[in-house]
């Protein structure tokens, strides 16, 4: 995935909000969800993410996954109010994939490719 530690650095910032513990699988887990999506969904929610990554880089100065946690806080919390559906979209695919992931009471995951 060409655009992984962005997706990675989004994660660990989703899940900053929360305080919870476990980050690697949570992370692991979310990424394996977006890796199984469907080929054309997968390009428009990557695409979108080159898209954040981009204004990231125009409006801070850095890319995102450099920027210090406390910026990437303010970052997804600029992009969430944008208006954008872009930003509006990726973020509520990463937050429920994020939040499920993470507060998932069962010891197994769902299988990461889905069948097709």
């Known amino acids: 995935m060409a655009v992984r530690p962005f997706h990675l650095a989004v994660i660990k910032t989703l899940l900053s909000f929360e305080a919870v513990g476990d980050t690697d699988e949570t992370a692991t887990f979310v990424l394996g969800q977006v890796g199984a999506l469907p080929v054309v969904t ?8 080159v898209f954040l990554a981009g204004l990231t880089l125009v409006t801070r100065g850095a890319w995102f996954p450099r ?15 944008l208006g954008l559906l872009p930003s509006r979209l990726y973020l509520r695919l990463m937050r429920s994939l994020t939040l499920f992931a993470a507060f998932d009471p069962g010891p197994e995951r769902p299988p990461e490719r889905a069948v097709q």
């Open 42 to 49: 997968r390009i428009g929610v990557e695409l979108a993410a």
């Open 67 to 81: 920027l210090s946690a406390e910026r990437r806080e303010a970052t997804v919390r600029q992009w969430d109010n």
